[in-house]
């Protein structure tokens, strides 16, 4: 019998921005690449090891009600350095929104930390001890 999720997996992160070129020109320079959708009002990378999609949609199209500062959830992503991460997201112009915390006790098998973009969104990185394990488990390099 297969089995049921109720949640599958991130398929795709979106976050705002007023002044879209600016930022599809800050992530690119982020990722090193360009994003493989672009239509007007909305932009889209493809990243990371599952190939999971980064949207950034034009802040005229968010819904009523959004919020025009850092808020909501902070979703991470796994990343091989978190410090390098973290001082190149700076150096990029990035603001720091939480430092590095390690969430294992002083083990660092689940380290975070978080900025703000230059348009306003919370960007979280980490090292997470479990996306390593499942990564290998799958033989995915």
Sequence with gaps: MAS???????????????????????YSELLGLEPYFNVPGYIEFRIGDYQHELGIIDSAYAPEGATKGPAGSISYWHVDDLQATLDRLIALGAALYQPITDHSGGKGAFMTASVIDPFGNILGVMTNKHYLEMLTSRQIN
């Design 4 to 26: 049921s999720h109720v949640l599958r997996g991130l398929s795709t992160i979106s976050f705002y921005a007023s002044d879209l070129e600016a930022a599809k020109e800050w």
